[in-house]
């Protein structure tokens, strides 16, 4: 495609390769805790996919840990340890979630004396009722329902070295931010941010969220396997809904089905296609390296930027 013009491609073989006798040191029930709702993700796919990866992901951290030891060092002054920012993008339920816990375990497992944090990016939407004040709950996910001054005001306070850093925290149950919960970021060496919008520009002409990360990842897939798995996981979702009447899916999970499903495929249309289409795909190439995906959710190519 036109906008990879500027990346390797490499079949899942071939990245495989380039680091053949890594062995993952997890069971496939540590997987499981790991995956998403309904992702696939098997031990193979550690070995031949996201070992290569990490050791790509350690050559750039030691890259970005001796530029910041120079750069102090030639401007005579002490800083506090910069942390090395990871951005994970990609559209609904394509497996950012999976992935980005995935490489913070492996990444804890394999730098034991690096302190490794993650957070959603799903924290910074505004909470429903503001955007119901703002009439945006039907663009929700869309970039106009992100409070994208607070994720940039994070990102900085992160980049800056502040001691404690707080995000918000998002109910997937609830479908709507926990009020006066928080989650503490206390000074990490690494930090993982997973969501839809951290390769965008939504609303802010001064910053990119990018600019804040040092490498960046992009989940792709084709958006007919996308919608495949998000009708996929909202049926696991009423199945899991049904006997909570506080979760939001509650209300669909004890009525007819088929109109729960008839409401889901517009949901997918109107919302999350059109989003993937106008707002996320065209940041793509925006990415240091994506992760494409074909049926049941296994990796097939890998692209790296030149």
């Given at each position: 495609?036109?906008?990879?013009?500027?990346?390797?491609?490499?079949d899942?073989?071939?990245?495989?390769?380039?680091y053949?006798?890594?062995?993952?040191?997890?069971?496939?029930?540590?997987?499981?805790?790991?995956?998403g709702?309904?992702?696939?993700?098997?031990?193979?796919?550690?070995?031949?996919?996201y070992l290569?990866?990490?050791?790509?992901?350690?050559?750039r951290?030691?890259?970005?840990?001796?530029?910041?030891?120079?750069?102090?060092s030639?401007?005579?002054?002490?800083?506090?340890?910069?942390?090395?920012i990871?951005g994970?993008?990609?559209?609904?339920?394509?497996?950012?979630?999976?992935?980005?816990?995935?490489?913070?375990?492996?990444?804890?497992?394999?730098?034991?004396?690096?302190?490794?944090?993650?957070?959603?990016?799903?924290?910074?939407?505004?909470?429903?009722?503001?955007?119901?004040r703002?009439?945006?709950?039907?663009?929700?996910?869309?970039?106009?329902?992100?409070?994208?001054?607070?994720?940039?005001?994070?990102?900085?306070?992160?980049?800056?070295?502040?001691?404690?850093?707080?995000?918000?925290?998002?109910?997937?149950?609830?479908?709507?931010?926990?009020?006066?919960?928080?989650?503490?970021?206390?000074?990490?060496?690494?930090?993982?941010?997973?969501?839809?919008?951290?390769?965008?520009?939504?609303t802010?002409?001064?910053?990119?969220?990018?600019?804040?990360?040092d490498?960046?990842?992009?989940?792709?897939?084709?958006?007919?396997?996308?919608?495949?798995?998000?009708?996929?996981?909202?049926?696991?979702?009423?199945?899991?809904?049904?006997?909570d009447?506080?979760?939001?899916?509650?209300?669909?999970?004890?009525?007819?089905?088929?109109?729960?499903?008839?409401?889901?495929?517009?949901?997918?249309?109107?919302?999350?296609?059109?989003?993937?289409e106008?707002?996320?795909l065209?940041?793509?190439?925006r990415?240091?390296?994506?992760?494409?995906?074909?049926?049941?959710?296994?990796?097939?190519?890998?692209y790296?930027?030149?």
């Amino acid at each position: 495609m036109e906008d990879r013009i500027n990346y390797y491609q490499f079949d899942r073989d071939k990245w495989h390769s380039f680091y053949p006798n890594g062995r993952a040191q997890l069971s496939q029930e540590n997987l499981n805790d790991i995956r998403g709702l309904n992702d696939r993700i098997s031990i193979d796919d550690v070995e031949a996919v996201y070992l290569p990866l990490i050791q790509l992901l350690k050559l750039r951290y030691a890259e970005y840990q001796q530029w910041q030891q120079q750069k102090t060092s030639f401007l005579q002054m002490e800083e506090p340890r910069i942390p090395f920012i990871i951005g994970i993008a990609g559209p609904v339920a394509v497996g950012k979630s999976t992935t980005a816990r995935l490489l913070s375990f492996l990444l804890n497992q394999l730098l034991p004396d690096e302190r490794v944090e993650m957070i959603t990016t799903d924290g910074f939407l505004f909470p429903n009722a503001e955007l119901k004040r703002r009439h945006l709950l039907k663009r929700k996910g869309f970039p106009e329902s992100y409070d994208m001054e607070k994720l940039l005001t994070f990102l900085n306070d992160v980049k800056r070295g502040e001691p404690v850093v707080k995000s918000p925290v998002y109910s997937h149950a609830t479908y709507d931010i926990v009020p006066d919960q928080m989650h503490r970021i206390e000074r990490p060496d690494i930090l993982i941010v997973e969501g839809i919008n951290t390769l965008q520009l939504p609303t802010n002409e001064r910053l990119y969220v990018s600019d804040f990360f040092d490498f960046s990842i992009y989940v792709d897939a084709q958006p007919e396997l996308i919608k495949h798995w998000f009708l996929e996981r909202f049926g696991l979702l009423l199945d899991s809904a049904f006997q909570d009447p506080t979760n939001y899916y509650y209300p669909a999970a004890i009525g007819d089905r088929d109109e729960a499903f008839d409401m889901a495929r517009n949901i997918w249309h109107d919302i999350d296609l059109k989003n993937l289409e106008e707002f996320i795909l065209p940041t793509r190439n925006r990415a240091d390296l994506i992760l494409h995906k074909t049926k049941h959710h296994l990796i097939n190519k890998i692209y790296l930027r030149k």
